[in-house]
């Protein structure tokens, strides 16, 4: 049995003081004389708080989730829990027709969820693309053949979908009934009729709101809400935000939540594989194009810590700040149960940081990683 002492616990709607965490690889109880431990972590007055979840990251530290190499995403994954991050889901393009190298990503990612004991826990996959507007422009989906590749992903978690596609229902219905997540997003022009219709068939997420998703348009003279609009509407459709003062302005961001609350909002990084924050991948890319970026995911690693840190400053309650990167993605993607909040019977996956959310220690399901 272990326990944190000397810390302000943060639940998902309030922070307990004057009280020890006792846990062990799961929550036991928050106990005012908890006794003697075999371990005691002195908080020191710092908050502690559930794992943060980053469910839309393509690696980052220079490590990069395509790689196809178990052993460097399990680095990666490291780097991750650096950043607060206790459970997180590897982002990847997949091809509609996938290569053996788009098998050989998959696989990798799966043999590093099973034998990862260094790093975040991985808790699927995220598939972002096939099935985007920049890529299969608006192509057929047949549902009979994404079947077999449906069953052969074992770790499939999340599939970003653009509802513009001709019979991407029937694939989000396949998803929906798999028990995976159809997640509305890249798509530069989705109508309303399209966004509803994928909604009814089970799509309850969008990927990163305002980045590669249209807002109202104008058909005959009137104007009808686009994937902007519809997702801020929608109670039971969770929003994205990548949120890390380089791409939604904290104004913007007082508006999304205005809209949505904490509990709908899911934070994440769309990370990629830079090794700098902010620097390498920008320049690169501003070069290349020479115009100004508006993506985050070309402007290096940002870390859930960044993320959650830029959300508070925004003006967000702290509490509110930590659920949208803990309890909500864990409703979002389903394992509620089990992770997104210290409660008894939850796995012990918590993080130790400073007023300003600078990481002080990491642990995942009760072993301490840093
Ligand atoms: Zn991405």
Redesign the pocket.
Known sequence: MKKIINSKIITPYRIITGHDLIYDGQILAIDLDSGSCDEVIDAKGCYVSPGFIDR?T?GGWGYDFSCADADQIVEGTRECAKTGVTAVVP?IEFAVHPTKQDWAVVEAIECAADKNSKGSEILGIHI?GAFVSSVENHQKIHVQEMIPILDRMKKGLVWTVDPQAEGMSDFVTELSQRGLYASIGHSEFCTQENFMKCVEHGACQVT?IYSSTNGYYRENGFRYPGIQELSLMTKEVFVEVLMNNHHISPELFRFIYHCKGSAGIVLAT?CHPRKNKYTSGAEKFETIWNEPLHRT?WWGSPGMDDVVRAAYHAGIPLCEAVKMATLTPARALGVHAKKGSIAPGKDADLVIFDENVQIQQVIVKGNTLL
């Open positions: 839309h393509h982002t972002e990163h769309d995911s």
